[in-house]
């Protein structure tokens, strides 16, 4: 009786595992398993799947108050004057106590100590525009603040390159500026845009280990802001074409390389979301009559809605079209949504850049493009390390 018993105890038990294997394995795939997070305190602990069991969704949420933060203090000495609100004289503090929380799932805290360790002896990259910039040096800001004051480290600013290197650990992260991605020639005295080549660039991306791009601003300036003379594509050049069409054909260019060349192995590959604006008030007060064209004055973020505050950016619809077509796409830091609700985390007109008569005239002076340092880049970075360390 008892061989019987733990004979069909033991069928019924296989059967279970059979049953469930599929569920199991389809769930811990996409689950964030933050194994190294179990010990710690609080909402950074191991993810609670609260509504979704088979997914963690990082970037739909809120912002939340969280007294705790920011990360790191104004202080930081890689913070560019543009990004350092608050050294240039930014009254309110309140845009640095918010936190993303995701809508069905907790995701650790940053920890610079571990971000070091785990990339001992390897580098980051940050390629891209300004925007990129801005999220490099608020990743250098992250790290710093879990490392002893000592630990020794080393800057290189240039141009288009910039380096910063924690020695200790030999992690080096650096920014690479190229806000087409495509490579920009000088013929005759006159810059063009190569919309099918990207050599020049990419000879500085080969062997980073971890890559991270972002483009859009630039593809559409005009005028004085306008980052080329003429377009060549096919063979031809063009004094202008449609924008979203140039994006494409650039990125393309781009996505053809990583096609191409980056070893899935070895290296890592990111695309940050179109980073919005902010300088439409219309968007975030519909129905409200307003005279500002800027976001001067905001303290607070959007409330959580079901739709895009405002109009989706063209940029992103290139993007997500692109990234789609590709045999080895990067992994989508879809920021664009969470950011549009920070209205309030713009340098405006408290940054270094200005004078005190631009500042008088926040509708033209106004910075609503970049964003703060402390502030949201530092939650960008927050689901960068997620995405590169927990999923």
């Known amino acids: 009786m008892g061989m019987a018993f733990f004979s069909r105890f033991t069928f019924t038990a296989l059967l279970c595992l059979l049953t469930l294997q599929l569920q199991s394995c389809l769930i811990s795939s996409v689950v964030l398993v933050l194994k190294h997070h179990h010990n710690q305190k609080g909402h950074y ?13 990082l970037f739909t949420g809120s912002w939340v108050r969280d007294e705790s933060y920011p990360l790191y203090q104004y202080s930081c000495p890689i913070i ?7 050294m240039y004289g930014r009254p309110d503090t309140d845009y640095l106590k918010y936190r993303w929380q995701p809508s069905n799932c907790q995701i650790p805290r940053f920890n610079g100590g571990e971000f070091v360790m785990r990339m001992r002896g390897k580098s980051v990259m940050f390629v891209g525009d300004s925007l990129g910039r801005n999220q490099w040096e ?13 630990s020794p480290t080393q800057i290189l600013r240039g141009d288009p390159l910039s380096i910063f290197k924690f020695l200790e650990y030999g992690v080096t992260v650096s920014f690479y500026r190229a806000p087409y991605l495509v490579d920009i020639d000088s013929v005759e005295g006159k810059r063009v845009l190569k919309l099918d080549e990207i050599r020049g660039n990419a000879n500085a991306w080969s062997g980073v280990d971890v890559l991270s791009f972002n483009t859009g601003h630039w593809w559409t300036h005009k005028g004085s802001l306008q980052g080329w003379d003429f377009m060549e594509a096919g063979g031809s050049l063009y004094q202008d074409m449609d924008r979203s069409v140039a994006m494409e054909r650039g990125l393309r260019t781009w996505a053809k390389w990583v096609d191409t060349n980056i070893d899935n192995r070895r290296t890592r590959v990111f695309f940050q979301g179109f980073s919005p604006t902010h300088y439409n008030p219309s968007e975030w007060n519909a129905g409200a009559i307003t005279t500002t064209k800027s976001c001067y004055g905001e303290t607070s973020p959007m409330m959580a809605s079901s739709g895009y505050p405002g109009i989706y950016p063209d940029q992103m619809k290139v993007l997500q079209t692109v990234l789609g077509s590709m045999n080895k796409p990067p992994f989508l830091l879809d920021i664009t949504w969470l950011s549009a609700m920070r209205k309030d985390a713009h340098p405006s007109i408290y940054s270094g850049d200005l004078s005190n008569e631009q500042r008088a005239n926040p509708d033209h002076s106004a910075d609503c493009s970049h964003w703060c340092l402390p502030g949201l880049p530092d939650t960008w970075n927050q689901l960068f390390y997620t995405a590169l360390f927990f999923i």
């Open 138 to 150: 608020s990743l250098i800001c992250m790290i710093s603040a879990g490392l002893p004051p000592s």
């Open 45 to 57: 602990g191991r993810p609670m799947i609260q509504t979704n069991q088979s997914s963690c969704s």
């Open 80 to 86: 560019d004057p543009e990004f350092n609100c608050q």
